[in-house]
């Protein structure tokens, strides 16, 4: 604690115009945390010193710890610094917590849909509460801040005793909040375990940069680890963690589209969500981190997230940046481990593609999803066109599928189905092989059957997409080209300093115009849309971008995923792909798509 208390008390620096090639964000940071303070106090219920609307949940309570950052910060124009009723606010915050957790410390695991999921110690908001009191503890009244005390010994104590057995995203995040503890509560045992724990987390990051889950990376997931190494490392100056901020830093760097979404074709975890990701704290610690946050913030467009600025006021380092990317001329970027290709990224011009060769068993979790989808394309002027990401219990989701698609469905309701297909049917590849030379490319196998996909950028203004099987199973063949909707009312993605969620509208409004060849013109609603061959006539138009198809394929809409995050699994059109389907046989091995953007 007393490090980054330090680093609260000295004044923000101005930024210099002589400081280009530096990231300084300590003004910005501070000004924009102020502008938060107002905005969180709306929420905020006097009687019970409760947070946020509808259903309330523990999380809502970390709101106390922007405000708290708010109360500390002693610098010039600050006028939350020491304000005695933000001080209120902020301890019936914690008098809160207190009074709804059971008498091992923890809370219901409820959600704003009303749904429960046990009971848990909840990291994120045991963090934030643990570094609040870390901030306000001189200020409060002693029998207030013995209450804290004893509570949140009470918290840790348990997660110290049970919550660090192996490394994962959650258990690293409660390894940097024991560390915190242990220095704010006087046990240093804390600290040596958490510090112990969170260097095998740095030892166990990937050489591509990540930290594995499910067969590869979970890109959104990663930035719980960098969140909680770089915390970490602000509080104990432990330099052993730097590498792996670094690495993971050119990782995200490279998996960011040009709008600054996240890359969602390796991610085993999370669909694409059309929400800029501002990075965390973590980032600010090496010059290639430092220049992903430049680059991210310049997409915002508005304030850093309170959660966040915060962070950036107590710990975040300002320093050098590493130099830009080249231009808009060709960036090839290949993920190899070990020797062998992985993944790839390229931009050309507009264009940004992925590949991903990451492979994993279907298991019966849903947490684990299907790495199905491995190709994603984007483009300047449209944004992401194809991709998308995985899912569970939905085949059309899969670049390639094998096999009866009735075998694998979700059945409305089900909230403890089989995610494991009942019947004949490979949707996810055995082996998946990268090659990049002379155009990136992926060589898939499906139970008997081998595929092929390319992708080949013509010009700025078209690519072809080019999909091949062997055909000699005799059984269905299926290439999927999935497809993003332009819905309003989008599924946004949220993480604050590593924590994850999603917020989805229930009704959605009418998206942009569908038009096909054959004179169909129709907008996306909740409505499903079955197009034959026929019907769409060879071409298909949305948003910006047009598809010359072959003469066999078909659309279909809204093709939904199953959502982990529900317990019922059920989705909403805002998370739906449009699909393309295109049947491949021995008559027809080989099948050629043209994209356009005009």
């Given at each position: 604690?007393?490090?980054?208390?330090?680093?609260?008390?000295?004044?923000?620096a101005?930024?210099?115009?002589?400081?280009?090639?530096?990231?300084?964000f300590?003004?910005?940071?501070?000004?924009?945390?102020?502008?938060?303070?107002?905005e969180?106090?709306?929420?905020?219920?006097a009687?019970?010193?409760?947070?946020?609307?509808?259903?309330?949940?523990?999380?809502d309570q970390?709101?106390?710890?922007?405000?708290?950052?708010?109360?500390?910060?002693?610098?010039?124009?600050?006028?939350?610094?020491?304000?005695?009723?933000?001080?209120?606010?902020?301890?019936k915050?914690?008098?809160?917590?207190?009074?709804d957790?059971?008498?091992?410390?923890?809370?219901?695991?409820?959600?704003?849909?009303?749904?429960?999921?046990?009971?848990?110690?909840?990291?994120?908001?045991y963090?934030?509460?643990?570094?609040?009191?870390?901030?306000?503890?001189?200020?409060?009244?002693?029998?207030?801040?013995?209450?804290?005390?004893?509570?949140?010994?009470l918290?840790?104590?348990?997660?110290?005793?049970?919550?660090?057995?192996h490394?994962?995203?959650?258990?690293?995040?409660?390894?940097?909040?024991?560390?915190?503890?242990?220095k704010?509560?006087?046990?240093?045992?804390?600290?040596?375990?958490?510090?112990k724990?969170?260097?095998?987390?740095?030892?166990?990051?990937?050489?591509g940069?990540?930290?594995?889950?499910?067969?590869?990376p979970?890109?959104?997931?990663?930035?719980?680890?960098?969140?909680?190494?770089?915390?970490?490392?602000?509080?104990?100056?432990?330099?052993k963690?730097?590498?792996?901020?670094?690495?993971?830093?050119?990782?995200?760097?490279?998996?960011?589209?040009?709008?600054?979404?996240?890359?969602?074709t390796?991610?085993?975890?999370?669909?694409?969500?059309?929400?800029?990701?501002?990075?965390?704290?973590?980032?600010?610690f090496?010059?290639?981190?430092?220049?992903?946050?430049?680059?991210?913030?310049?997409?915002?467009?508005?304030?850093?997230?309170?959660?966040?600025?915060?962070?950036?006021?107590l710990?975040?380092?300002?320093?050098?940046l590493?130099?830009?990317?080249?231009?808009?001329?060709e960036e090839?970027?290949?993920?190899?481990?070990?020797?062998?290709e992985?993944?790839?990224?390229?931009?050309?011009?507009?264009?940004?593609?992925?590949?991903?060769?990451y492979?994993?068993?279907?298991v019966?979790?849903?947490?684990?999803?299907?790495?199905?989808?491995?190709?994603?394309?984007?483009?300047?002027?449209?944004?992401?066109?194809l991709?998308?990401?995985?899912?569970?219990?939905?085949?059309?989701w899969?670049?390639?599928?094998?096999?009866?698609?009735?075998?694998?469905?979700?059945?409305?309701?089900?909230t403890?189905?089989?995610?494991l297909?009942?019947?004949?049917l490979?949707?996810?590849?055995?082996?998946a092989?990268?090659?990049?030379?002379?155009?990136?490319?992926?060589?898939?196998?499906?139970?008997?059957?081998?595929?092929?996909?390319?992708?080949?950028?013509?010009?700025?203004?078209?690519?072809?997409?080019?999909?091949?099987?062997?055909?000699?199973?005799?059984?269905?063949?299926?290439?999927?080209?999935?497809?993003?909707?332009?819905?309003?009312?989008?599924?946004?993605?949220?993480?604050?300093?590593g924590?994850?969620?999603?917020?989805?509208?229930q009704?959605?409004?009418?998206?942009?115009?569908?038009?096909?060849?054959?004179?169909?013109?129709l907008k996306?609603?909740?409505?499903p849309?079955?197009?034959s061959?026929?019907?769409?006539?060879g071409?298909?138009?949305?948003?910006?971008?047009?598809?010359?198809?072959?003469?066999?394929a078909?659309?279909?809409?809204?093709?939904?995923p199953?959502?982990p995050y529900?317990?019922?699994?059920?989705a909403?059109?805002?998370?739906?792909?449009?699909?393309?389907?295109?049947?491949?046989?021995?008559q027809?091995?080989?099948?050629?798509?043209?994209?356009?953007?005009?």
């Open positions: 604690m007393e490090r980054f208390l330090l680093m609260l008390l000295v004044p923000v101005a930024v210099s115009a002589a400081a280009a090639a530096e990231l300084r300590k003004e910005r940071a501070l000004s924009d945390l102020a502008r938060h303070v107002p969180i106090l709306k929420t905020y219920d009687k019970t010193g409760r947070f946020g609307t509808g259903i309330w949940i523990c999380n970390q709101q106390m710890y922007p405000l708290a950052a708010a109360y500390a910060a002693s610098a010039p124009g600050n006028v939350h610094h020491k304000d005695p009723k933000l001080l209120e606010a902020i301890m915050a914690g008098d809160a917590l207190i009074e957790m059971d008498e091992q410390g923890r809370w219901v695991f409820r959600k704003k849909d009303g749904s429960t999921w046990g009971k848990i110690h909840m990291p994120w908001t963090s934030r509460w643990l570094r609040t009191f870390g901030l306000i503890r001189d200020a409060m009244p002693a029998e207030r801040r013995e209450r804290w005390t004893k509570a949140l010994s918290g840790y104590g348990k997660i110290a005793e049970g919550a660090l057995r490394v994962h995203n959650i258990p690293a995040h409660h390894a940097m909040g024991l560390y915190a503890a242990g704010a509560l006087g046990r240093p045992e804390w600290c040596q375990q958490a510090a724990f969170l260097e095998q987390v740095a030892a166990r990051q990937t050489e940069g990540y930290w594995a889950e499910g067969g590869g979970v890109v959104v997931y990663g930035f719980v680890y960098v969140d909680a190494l770089g915390t970490y490392y602000a509080m104990s100056g432990d330099r963690v730097l590498p792996a901020l670094e690495r993971a830093a050119a990782f995200h760097r490279h998996f960011t589209y040009p709008n600054g979404h996240n890359v969602e390796v991610d085993q975890r999370n669909p694409y969500h059309a929400q800029v990701s501002p990075g965390n704290v973590g980032f600010s090496t010059p290639v981190g430092r220049a992903h946050l430049k680059a991210q913030w310049s997409q915002l467009g508005g304030p850093l997230d309170a959660d966040l600025a915060a962070s950036l006021v710990y975040g380092e300002e320093g050098p590493a130099e830009e990317p080249s231009g808009r001329g090839v970027f290949v993920l190899r481990e070990r020797g062998v992985r993944a790839a990224t390229l931009r050309r011009g507009p264009w940004f593609i992925c590949w991903s060769a492979t994993a068993r279907v019966n979790s849903r947490w684990i999803q299907d790495r199905q989808n491995l190709v994603s394309i984007y483009h300047e002027k449209t944004g992401l066109i991709g998308g990401g995985n899912t569970k219990l939905q085949p059309a899969s670049s390639f599928a094998v096999g009866d698609l009735a075998a694998l469905a979700h059945r409305p309701g089900d403890n189905p089989s995610f297909p009942k019947g004949t490979y949707h996810v590849p055995s082996v092989k990268l090659s990049t030379a002379p155009e990136p490319a992926l060589e898939l196998t499906y139970g008997p059957e081998t595929c092929r996909l390319r992708v080949v950028p013509k010009d700025e203004r078209s690519l072809e997409y080019v999909v091949e099987a062997a055909a000699t199973s005799g059984l269905p063949i299926y290439a999927h080209l999935t497809l993003i909707p332009q819905l309003a009312g989008r599924v946004h993605f949220v993480a604050h300093g924590q994850v969620r999603t917020e989805t509208a009704e959605p409004q009418s998206g942009q115009t569908l038009e096909t060849a054959a004179g169909q013109k996306l609603t909740a409505t849309i079955e197009l061959a026929e019907q769409l006539g071409w298909v138009s949305y948003a910006g971008w047009r598809l010359r198809l072959p003469p066999t078909s659309l279909s809409w809204p093709v939904f199953h959502n529900r317990a019922d699994g059920r909403t059109p805002e998370e739906a792909r449009i699909v393309i389907r295109i049947p491949l046989d021995r027809h091995r080989e099948q050629r798509v043209v994209l356009e953007v005009p």
